[in-house]
């Protein structure tokens, strides 16, 4: 209190204070006090530079903010929610023309630096930063962006990426509307450094998160991927294929990879990759891909081998599984010669042994791959005998069944009302041979699958 009385304006006062706030930063249980005492002496600092026109002075503060922000283990947000007046005074440093961008851009830096740290705070912080003007001077600076260094490109970059890297999509569709991906495409095109590409593709794959932003936002980047696929550049090339994996997850935007389709094999080669960020959006996107109404996406995919890659394991990571999964089923459920295909591919046999498996998540993906395969062979007598009859399907699904899950049983039993209109006579060999009736019955109780198992024991009946 009496330090804070004294207004800390002197060097020894806040050095000590420097001290308390780094031995409280050891401290599992902190105090806010020193921290909110702390920062209001840098308040005070910075108000008297400013008056003074002591630059190097604001300078040297607003480094000390940018470190407390930067701290691994940060400290409670609250301590910055009343800064009001402090991030209002920053945001004014800032340049709002190009006639007042100064030829040393440090003060742009740090005072960026400190307000992308806040950025990356609660949701909250975001509101705040918005209050006191600080998003509409970045947005502002962004318009001529290209008056400043690489350094301060990036870091307003940063900035927008931890604005648009909340859960919530306030701040991603604010963005949007306000033209940032536009800008964004620009850069890249006028052929940006390194560093702000690698930033610049991490905000538009946040700018993707969510709900879509629409065809005219999602169009350019397609365009671009070209020039992002064939960057050597680790950072950029997981971020480019998280980008195209957000843009792919509806319908209308699948679409749009038909003008790219030679990329695809390099995706597809991605899906083995043995770096975890690059090779679940690569899964994700052929998943995305070969989900299409579009035949042109699984005739690419399986063109290039694609099931050489997709060969699902017990030992898999379950997320990275059932998106295997959920991919072979896909592309059984479309035409007849994509099933045969994958009937006579390793990844078939795999799937036998995942049967195995005690997560239902990973049982309800598998019990897709073999309805979605006996669906498509309904409609041909010859092409069931060949690839289904007497190869053990029955069986799988009484195991399936065994499991005594709602979620893994709906297909199943959905599948079997519908399947004895196609072939009867194998329909009740089939059931007799394996015992399935027995395991169809004991779902009778339940209430919203009775009406299936009720069906199945009358057309058995009555046959």
Known sequence: KNLFDLKLMEDQNIGYLEKLVRDELEKE?????????????ISDLIKNAVDTSNRALIVENVVRLRKLSSVVNPIDSHCFQNAHELLSLLQMLLPDSKEKIEEDQTLYLEVLWFFTNLASYEESISS??????????????FNFYACFNNNVIEQIIWFFGNLAGEADEQWRNFLLKEGVSIKLYDLIKSGCSEGVLANTVWLLS??????????????????????????????????????????????????????VLPLISRIINFIGHTEKNI???SRRIIGNLSSCQSPIFVDVLLKNNVLSKLRPSLSMDINELKEILWTLSNICAGEVSHCIQFLNSPSFQQCFTIVAHEDDRILTELAYVFVNVLNSCFNDQDVYDEYIKDRGFYIVLKDLLSTKSKKVAQPILTLLVQFHNYFQDQFFSEIRVCGLETTISQYSDDVELKFLVEKIGEIYSNA
């Open 29 to 41: 249980s902190r105090d806010n006090s020193v921290f909110l005492t702390y920062i209001s002496a």
């Open 279 to 281: 090779r679940i959006p």
């Open 128 to 141: 705040v930063l918005f209050d006191a003007g600080v998003i509409e001077s970045t947005l502002d600076m």
């Open 206 to 259: 946040n700018l993707f998160r969510g709900s879509n932003p629409g065809l005219a936002v999602i169009r350019p980047s397609i365009d671009l991927l070209p020039l992002l696929l064939t960057n050597n550049n680790k950072s950029i090339l997981m971020d480019t294929l998280w980008l195209i994996s957000y843009a792919t997850k509806e319908e209308p935007y699948c679409d749009l990879m038909i003008s």
